[in-house]
């Protein structure tokens, strides 16, 4: 689990757990081992957390990604889909950052051979070149035309899914639908 800031560098990070962990676990034994959302803030989280007043989830079974609000697409069409739309752009943040570290670091590509107490600290040593990087206004366009230095088929595939409980859900569900709401009326 990765958390970053609009300038793309990586502000938390939560390793060492195999793939077949869902989201829920992951996050909440980073809240007990200390990870704090700031007083008055929320995270941005994807489809597979539970949504609370914390970590704020996109709402389900509406419109979603980008590309189903792209050029010549339907408006958002109330204020579920308005809010999962500037959800999506916003949340879109993490998604370009592990796509840049995934571009830049191939080794975090493919499965290795290194012991596992090693293995946990490859993505620590990434995140904090790629944030030094960041800090230096390294230029990202020299990531286009990189060769591929390992080979796709070694690619690994990541699992999703998650779950929540109920009290902190329903807390998470009233903010959002208020935010969801005050943005729809904004927007109309």
């Not at 992951?26 to 609370?52: I, R």
């Not at 935010?179 to 904004?186: F, G, L, P, R, Y």
Request: charged residues 25%; positive net charge; glycine residues 6%.
């Amino acid at each position: 689990m990765i958390a970053c800031d609009f300038d793309l560098k990586i502000t938390f990070m939560s390793i060492g757990w195999e793939g077949s962990a869902t989201d829920a676990r992951v996050l909440t034994s980073a809240v007990n081992k200390g990870f704090q959302v700031p007083p008055g803030k929320f995270y941005l989280v994807d489809g597979g957390y539970a949504n609370t007043y914390s970590f704020l989830a996109p709402y389900r079974r509406d419109r979603y990604h980008l590309k189903e609000y792209g050029a010549g697409r339907r408006r958002p069409q109330n204020y579920k889909e308005l809010f999962n739309h500037r959800h999506a752009v916003l949340r879109n943040h993490v998604e370009r950052t592990l796509g840049v570290v995934k571009k830049r670091f191939p080794i975090l590509k493919v499965a290795t051979f290194h012991k596992i107490e090693n293995q946990v600290k490859i993505p620590v040593a990434v995140a904090v070149f790629h944030n030094i990087i960041r800090s230096l206004n390294g230029d990202e366009q020299w990531l286009n035309n990189q060769p591929h230095n390992i080979h796709p088929s070694n690619y690994v595939d990541l699992p999703d899914g998650d779950e929540g409980n109920d009290q902190s859900t329903n807390q998470g569900n009233l903010l959002r639908d208020m935010i969801a709401h005050q943005m729809w009326n904004d927007y109309r």
